[in-house]
């Protein structure tokens, strides 16, 4: 499990790096799930800002208000963990 979250965790601090470097906020949209659990881990450790990245986390109720999201610009990144099988 603590490779999954780590994996999770690379995977966002990849996505969001190019904020980091011009020192804005990272949006990352979620849902209700326990899916974005190591995101919120993430955050309550201090990984983010070990990284130098300012995160807002932002709650969505579907997957298609957080694509419409991203697609808009309201949002730099999705949490969208999950497993398929």
Known sequence: MKRITALIVIILLVMTAGAALSEEK????YL???????TFVAAEKGLFEQEGLKVELTPF??????ISALIAGRIDAACACGTVG
């Open 26 to 29: 990272v949006r990352i949209g």
């Open 32 to 38: 209700h799930l326990a899916l974005s659990l190591p």
């Open 61 to 66: 109720e579907s997957g298609t208000l957080i």
